[in-house]
């Protein structure tokens, strides 16, 4: 009797060594940028006039957010942020209130749920704090 043979298609093999390739430590990092305005009408939109938040302190967490930060990055002049070179996985994005423009409240969700895959660059939905006193 003739030992049989197993037989895997050259596209389900590949499709496999993808899968797989993605799930191993050392896979294509990501990024995750995203944008802090001030959101002068309160809507939770950012419209055109709306200027960015310079200086404010961003932070990714692993689990959710809060606790001990990931790392922390601060916004450019136009109130942009960028984490890199992140591998893929779930990460919380939230802006530190002790450095979100003292009083400040925001006007959209503060901490975003993100799942990044292997090379992606995930843009956040921006994050918006009203006027100081208002």
């Known amino acids: 009797m003739k030992p049989s043979k197993f037989v ?5 093999l590949t499709l496999l060594l ?3 390739s993605a799930q191993l ?3 294509e ?7 802090v305005y001030c959101d002068k009408n309160k809507d939770g939109a950012c419209d055109c006039e709306e200027r960015g ?3 404010v302190h961003i932070q990714i967490f692993i689990e959710h ?4 930060a990931l790392q922390t ?5 136009q109130g942009n942020f960028t984490f ?3 591998e893929p996985g779930t990460y919380y994005i939230m802006a530190d209130l002790d450095y979100a423009c003292g009083s400040r409240v925001p006007t959209t969700v503060n901490c975003q749920q993100v799942t990044l895959a292997t090379g992606e660059t995930v843009t956040l939905p921006a994050i918006g704090y009203s006027e100081l006193g208002q």
């Open 18 to 20: 993808l899968s797989w």
């Open 84 to 86: 890199q070179h992140f």
């Open 29 to 35: 990092p990501g990024s995750i940028v995203g944008n």
């Open 73 to 77: 990055v601060s916004t450019d002049e």
């Open 25 to 27: 430590p050392g896979a």
């Open 8 to 12: 895997i298609p050259l596209s389900l």
């Open 53 to 55: 938040l310079e200086n």
């Open 65 to 68: 957010c809060g606790g001990t």
